[in-house]
């Protein structure tokens, strides 16, 4: 048996973070434990606890972090020449684009349920969708109601929920999804 790695043998959060997102997605919050991710890492628990001091802030911290990738991705869909109604199609191929090609994050992000981590996961989710709510008013062509961005996000939703686990990436979905996005701004510019 080799020895363990100690925390500064390149065990960096970034690492953790994968070797913990993995686990999370197969076996469910309730079943990771922080020795089961040093173990997996091979190093021991104590390390880990030196970036993160237990497995709710580990699992905060994937969550937190998936959704600032999602809302860069967003950002960059609305930058570039083209019409608002354009920029708008962008943004919600990539909201779909991101789900289907991160299948593990986007169910950790959206679909993954647990009241010990709920309100930490929460209050990322909740900064995320202020940020599409606000980029769909700003890029639509009437004013909306919350509840039409509120279906709009339902509708992206259901559509990567939908295709997740049956299709291995986005391209795979890629004429649908089209279909799918002109639909939802065909219904909010109409």
């Given at each position: 048996?080799?020895p ?29 434990s ?137 391209d ?19």
């Amino acid at each position: 048996m080799s020895p363990r790695k100690t925390t500064s043998q390149e065990l960096t959060r970034e690492s953790i973070l994968q070797k913990a997102r993995t686990q999370f997605v197969k076996q469910g919050f309730h079943h990771v434990s922080m020795r089961s991710i040093a173990k997996q890492l091979d190093c021991s628990h104590g390390a880990i606890y030196y970036h993160f001091k237990n497995k709710a802030e580990l699992f905060y911290a994937i969550v937190e972090d998936d959704f600032s990738k999602l809302n860069n991705l967003l950002d960059e869909s609305i930058q570039g020449p083209e019409d608002n109604s354009i920029k708008l199609y962008n943004v919600f191929i990539r909201f779909i684009e991101f789900g289907l090609n991160h299948q593990s994050q986007y169910e950790i992000m959206f679909m993954v349920r647990n009241t010990e981590v709920d309100s930490l996961s929460q209050a990322a989710a909740n900064l995320s969708y202020q940020k599409f709510a606000q980029t769909v008013q700003s890029l639509s062509e009437k004013k909306h109601e919350i509840i039409d961005i509120w279906s709009a996000f339902i509708a992206l939703h259901g559509f990567v929920s939908h295709y997740r686990g049956y299709v291995k990436n986005f391209d795979e979905a890629k004429p649908a999804a089209k279909l799918h996005v002109n639909f939802i701004v065909k219904g909010l510019n109409g």
